[in-house]
């Protein structure tokens, strides 16, 4: 990895850092959010290897999971929101979806971050029942103007993906897709809502 050519800071304490820190701060922090697209790839790969007791390991079910989505036509949002929507399993293995969600929320719609946070509950359709837990639990969002497309998300991509006989696509086919959805962050703190550009220097949009 190249060294970084632009100057550090040499505050202590943030309230007596000053605007020219941050303006040093704000480069290294636009050359870091560049690499967004390749730490995300590289966690997706943290998946490989543990099935889980499934029939496949994470990676490949969320790769199949991705596959499904983008051969029924659905866009490269949607996609990648279908190849990240497990990617909290190694650090949140009890709110995986929140993790996820946190993840892709800046860079996609909110029905489409509204999927990936609640799918965990609508996958549950499938096998609280097994477990002692209520599978209509999704239930409680069935008035919610989303409910059907989270539904759908898990009836026809997610709950059917542990197939080991299945030709999914490998990670670096969504590769163009990823880096694509998370060049530009859609909504986010670090937004300077007068000249539009992130952290005041990268440009939204």
Known sequence: MRESTVPQTTFTAMRDATREDYQIIGQHSIQFFSKLPDRVLDHLRLLAGDTGGYAVDRLTHSLQTATRAQRDGRDDEYVVCALLHDIGDTLAC????????????????????????????????????????????????????????????????DQNSF????DGLPLEAFEPAVRKVFAVPRQTIYLNQETGRLLNRLPIG
């Open 94 to 157: 009890t709110n995986h979806a929140d993790l996820a969600a946190s993840v892709l929320q800046p860079f996609v719609s909110e029905r489409n971050h509204w999927i990936v946070a609640h799918h965990a509950i609508f996958q549950g359709y499938y096998f609280f029942h097994h477990l002692g837990l209520d599978r209509n639990m999704r239930d409680r969002f069935r008035s919610h103007e989303w409910f059907r497309d989270c539904a759908e998300f898990c009836e026809k991509y």
């Open 163 to 166: 197939d080991p006989g299945y």
